[in-house]
């Protein structure tokens, strides 16, 4: 799933807050679970956090001096044990309950309105996390777990308020990823400025001690060069992803599926209009479109 705003009143790139919990009501009706990307990408297989991706844990192994913050990662055991201050206080990547189906909630953008502290720094009710944060009291089996694609210039705005935000999206189990920095066209620029695009959004995100080895294609647009998205080195740092996210229109196909491709991952956005999410969810109900169920 591919939400951007969430605002008092519905337009064509923003949920109304009433009808994200509308949709968080009919996925969780349907028998949707949310996992994070990587989870769903390890194969909706409850794995632990520490073991990633074939592409990144090659990306750690190469850079033996890899130092986002003051993590030491070329001494631990586990890469993301050290790559996260208090690892014991990630909660576990949730196991699908048999008979669930898995969903994938990301963020694009890193509008205020996904993410927004009141005065007082308590959670906004309004905000999307806010009005997840209280669904997820009344349903504690669809807790707030999201893959956010920030923009280091904009983050939710709130500069104060970053820590305090990044340690709460911490204890709640949900990802960073990279949607660049200046959100371009890829496919217009020259391979040098691609790199510079992701190299530089990849070291924002792990400054922060994150682990940022997904991408949301700004405007679903690839770079000319695809072969950049899965690995490239630049100033001797070796960058790549392990998921790359479209556009939406499409729901995502099952990892275990061939044809199964990590590097063009559809979503479906979250709008009531043609191929958006109340069509899919539709489509389900009506038993033309089989998502994937645990066993
Ligand atoms: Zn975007």
């Known amino acids: 799933l591919e939400y951007h705003k969430v605002l008092p009143k519905e337009s064509r790139w923003g949920r109304s807050a009433a009808n994200f919990r509308r949709d968080l009501q009919n996925l969780f009706d349907a028998g949707f679970r949310p996992v994070t990307l990587n989870a769903f990408l390890d194969?909706?297989?409850?794995?632990?956090?520490?073991?990633?991706?074939?592409i990144c844990d090659k990306m750690l192994a190469d850079e033996r001096a890899?130092?986002?913050?003051?993590?030491k990662v070329a001494e631990a055991v586990d890469p993301w044990?050290?790559?996260?201050?208090?690892?014991?206080?990630?909660?576990?990547?949730?196991?699908?309950?048999?008979?669930?189906?898995p969903v994938v909630f990301t963020f694009d953008d890193s509008d205020k309105s996904q993410f927004r502290l009141l005065p007082d720094g308590s959670?906004?009710?309004?905000?999307?996390?806010g009005v997840w944060t209280d669904f997820a009291r009344k349903h504690p089996d669809f807790p707030v777990r999201a893959t956010f694609y920030v923009l280091p210039d904009v983050m939710w705005t709130q500069h104060k308020w970053w820590t305090k935000k990044l340690q709460m999206l911490r204890e709640w189990g949900c990802e960073l990823g990279c949607h660049t920095v200046t959100h371009p066209v890829l496919k217009r620029l020259t391979d040098e400025r691609v790199k510079w695009e992701i190299a530089n959004s990849v070291d924002f995100i792990e400054k922060l001690g994150f682990f940022p080895n997904t991408m949301a294609l700004p405007y679903g647009v690839a770079p000319k060069n695809r072969a950049l998205l899965k690995g490239f080195r630049y100033h001797g740092k070796t960058y790549g992803f392990r998921g790359v996210l479209l556009g939406g229109a499409a729901p995502a196909r099952q990892v275990?599926?061939?044809?199964?491709n990590p590097y063009k991952i559809q979503r479906i956005q979250g709008i009531d209009a043609f191929l958006g999410l109340s069509y899919w969810l539709n489509r389900v109900r009506e038993g033309k479109v089989h998502p994937y169920v645990a066993p």
Request: net charge negative; glycine share 12%; proline share 22%.
């Open 256 to 260: 275990t599926v061939k044809g199964f």
């Open 43 to 54: 194969g909706m297989m409850s794995r632990p956090p520490g073991l990633l991706g074939p």
């Open 81 to 101: 044990a050290a790559l996260f201050p208090s690892p014991k206080d990630d909660p576990p990547e949730m196991s699908l309950p048999p008979g669930a189906m």
């Open 66 to 71: 890899y130092t986002p913050g003051t993590a």
């Open 123 to 129: 959670l906004d009710p309004n905000c999307a996390v």
